[in-house]
């Protein structure tokens, strides 16, 4: 029963983390910036350096995100955003793409663009994930 749990684990972070490859390389390029933040995203996941970067040069994230409670997915947007903030620039692709993987991580079109505009001002601004999440619920 154990190693369904961690299998399942192991496939949410895989996925997740193929996510956030996929908006650092939305403007064709992985910069600097981007790679050393997959670096460290990857290792709280769990990855190790050579696969972090096997996966950053594999660049072909497969199936959609799964779906998981409200706090989970807030938080992997957050990451999302976080990513395409990274180089400083966020570009129209990259809004798109995060756009789509909130409405495919279950959120309302509403919300996706809710999430987009929050994140985007609270991570600019240096607000914590747990008070940008507080700040979503009570909009909804």
Avoid at 90 to 118: C, G, P, T, Y
């Amino acid at each position: 029963m154990l190693n369904y749990f961690d299998h399942h684990d192991k496939k949410a972070s895989n996925e997740h983390f193929l996510h956030l490859i996929q908006v650092a390389n939305a403007d064709g390029v992985v910069d600097k910036s981007e790679s050393e933040l997959l670096h460290r995203i990857g290792k709280r996941l769990g990855f190790t350096d050579p696969e972090i970067d096997e996966l950053i040069l594999k660049r072909d994230p497969a199936g959609s995100p799964l779906r998981y409670e409200l706090e989970e997915r807030f938080h992997q947007l957050y990451d999302v955003v976080a990513m395409a903030l990274a180089d400083g620039v966020l570009f129209k692709n990259e809004i798109n793409m995060i756009k789509r993987l909130a409405v495919a991580s279950s959120f309302s079109e509403a919300d996706a663009e809710l999430l987009l505009n929050l994140l985007v001002n609270g991570i600019k601004y240096n607000k914590s994930e747990d008070e940008l999440f507080q700040v979503f619920k009570q909009k909804k």
